[in-house]
């Protein structure tokens, strides 16, 4: 055989055995794809719960209970591990969450085991790059990653608060699925709520029940489904009908148990009337423009608060509404401004916007629901019209000359929820 041929013959196979070894060693895709993977540290491995049946079971419970108009039945699997961070968890990736053969991978850290409270902000940095690796990782490797905000230690102090809520308010605007877990059990000063917490680092099963609620219900239907991640829009908006009488209403009602929440609506009017409507389990409350032209909340219970911001200008303003359930206080905004709080619990069952009580000339756009209570630097970002995603259940523009979506009742947000147009 001629030494060309031979020397030809002999580059091919060694391309091929090059080839199959390099194929070899590159990850499996992922076989299951109804299969979450929880990989994070103690709290969803679920320390502090009895049992420790933390939130991540508690959600694998709601994921098995409700009714999917999807179809889909959820595995689940939890290889968190107490104490570990993010430099840990880069660590047990291939060897530990590769052979899991899931599609989805909800990355549960927080800045507490980074160290934030005791180097500060080069902890902060180190946190970000690495969450970075993780879902860069398991996307490279065909997963899906969801992520976890950081929430509440005991020990924290001013400092590390400003910590936690400034990669809060990163985690909300990256292109990535992630859960408000802060806004389920925060006492509005970094620590743990009275009477949620196990140890100073732990939740009980108390604080561990309002972290599970915060997550979407539907929110691996919506993935699986490949909705895609919400932008912002630029739309147009909805008007009331000439005559109210004829006005409908549009209705939301959230999937499972809500405790704490937010929602958010620009509206525009120059008149006054209901705005906006809860539905609890104790009965109604409303979100109203009085006559005076500033906004009323009435609670469901017998008390209600009044604003002092002027809203009947025919300008658009937002009206928020927050609800810390653990805490017990509900909070409403103007555009960015407190406007008042109570004390009282919720568990809201639908929000209803429309019908015969609104003002007249009244246009609405950008319909916002998050199952996760916010504090008052969200709060600030909601108000500049910034769309945070953390937990976001309903994002409906409410464009009514379909300038950017073509249905008006869409709901834009990573879940299968609707709105439904009701008389």
């Known amino acids: 055989m001629p030494y060309n041929y031979f020397k030809k013959g002999l580059i091919f196979v060694l391309a091929a055995l090059l080839s199959f070894a390099a194929k070899s060693q590159q990850p499996k895709p992922p076989e299951n794809h109804l299969k979450i993977v929880y990989f994070g540290s ?35 699997v939890n290889i968190s591990i ?137 929110l691996f239907d919506a993935l699986e489904s490949r909705k895609p991640m919400p932008k912002r ?24 148990i809500v405790h704490p929440f937010t929602t958010a609506i620009s509206f525009k009017t120059g008149d006054s009337g209901v705005l906006l409507q809860l539905t609890n389990a104790a009965g109604k409350g409303t979100i109203s423009v009085n006559k005076e032209g500033r906004l009323v909340y009435s609670s469901p219970g017998s008390e209600a608060v009044s604003g002092t911001s002027i809203v009947n200008d025919g300008k658009w303003h937002k009206v928020i509404v927050t609800h810390y359930y653990a805490k017990g206080v509900t909070m409403l905004y103007c555009d960015s401004t407190l406007q008042g709080t109570l004390a009282e619990k919720l568990v809201t069952t639908s929000v209803r916007i429309g019908g015969t009580d609104i003002p007249k000339k009244l ?12 504090n008052p630097d969200e709060i600030k970002y909601l108000a500049k019209d910034s769309l945070l995603k953390s ?27 609707t709105i439904k147009e009701v008389k």
């Not at 009895?50 to 994921?63: A, P, Q, W």
Request: charged share 20%; hydrophobic share 35%; proline share 4%.
């Open 363 to 374: 246009a609405y756009k950008n319909w916002l629901f998050y199952r996760s209570a916010m």
């Open 391 to 417: 937990s976001l259940e309903l994002y409906a523009p409410l464009d009514g000359k379909k300038v950017s979506v073509s249905d008006p009742l869409i709901n834009l947000a990573q879940s299968m929820n």
């Open 42 to 76: 103690s709290v969803p491995y679920g320390q502090g719960a009895t049992n420790h049946k933390g939130y991540t079971s508690l959600f694998s419970d709601i994921l098995k209970n409700r009714t999917s108009a999807s179809g889909y039945v959820w595995e689940t």
């Open 233 to 256: 829009i630029k739309g147009s908006y909805i008007k009331s009908a000439k005559n109210r009488s004829e006005s409908k209403s549009l209705l939301f009602t959230p999937e499972n």
């Open 82 to 218: 107490g104490g570990d961070n993010t430099v840990k968890v880069l660590n047990r990736y291939k060897t530990d969450f590769l052979p899991q053969n899931g599609k989805y991978v909800i990355f549960a850290l927080a800045l507490g085991n980074e160290g934030i409270h005791e180097k500060g902000q080069p902890m902060f940095d180190q946190f970000e790059k690495n969450i970075k690796i993780l879902i860069s990782k398991a996307r490279a490797d065909g997963y899906t990653p969801v992520i976890t905000n950081s929430y509440t230690r005991n020990d924290y102090n001013e400092r590390d608060y400003s910590f936690i809520k400034k990669m809060n308010l990163l985690i909300h605007t990256w292109d990535v699925p992630s859960i408000n877990l802060l806004g389920a059990i925060d006492d509005l000063s970094g620590h743990w709520v009275n009477g949620f917490w196990d140890d100073g680092f732990h939740p009980n099963d108390a604080g561990h029940t309002e972290m599970s609620y915060t997550i979407v219900p539907s």
